[in-house]
């Protein structure tokens, strides 16, 4: 009986341990989702108004794909795991309009290839880094600034890479307190939703700004 009883409280205690971990992680990550959606609301309504200025007689349609955007990052994205196929529709959605706002200014180019459709992925994951490269882009002096993003998926897996010129002479100023948020963030959520489930490269060089992601969705 008293060995009985010793086992039973040690199980116990891992059990509580482990109900209270979850809880922790759930918490965090619920954490991490209220910073993100406003962080999103901002960056939105920041676009919205360049677009207005810049392609005002296109501004309905405009309007309506932002609310597209903001709709799946507000409502739709509640759950832990989303279909990859909507998450890809969402950025593609980001990538028109970043291409309609910069014209001819900018080579954007966004490749997928594989199938998606049986695929799930926990939620505004990706579009950080798809985001962040949009932020920064630059180019030297006669040279064409680019952004370039590629998805490869297959059965288990999913690899990003995004690329995006920079100047080298260009230095821009940081806000500290606000720099970061994002890719702060979603390594955070890689962390806790994908531990030792993923591979996070970024490469800077003179002329350009790299980074790749790989995660395993099985």
Known sequence: MVAFTVIASFFKLGLDRLILDKQQKENELRHLKAQLNPHFLFNTLNNLYGLSVAESKKLPGLMLKLSELMRYSLYDTNQSYVALQKELDYINNYVELEQIRLSDKTDIKLNISGDATEQYIAPLLLIIFVENSFKH???????????????????????MNV??????????????SKSG??????????????????????????????????IDLS
């Open 163 to 176: 690329k995006n010129s920079i100047d080298p002479d260009y230095t821009p100023v940081q806000n500290k």
């Open 181 to 214: 948020l994002g890719l702060n963030n979603v390594k955070q959520r890689l962390d806790l939703i994908y531990p030792q489930q993923y591979k996070l490269k970024t490469i800077k060089e003179n002329t350009y700004f790299e980074v790749t992601l790989e």
């Open 137 to 159: 882009f630059s180019a030297a002096r006669n040279q064409q600034a680019f952004v370039h993003i590629n998805f490869k998926i297959n059965e288990s897996a999913l690899c």
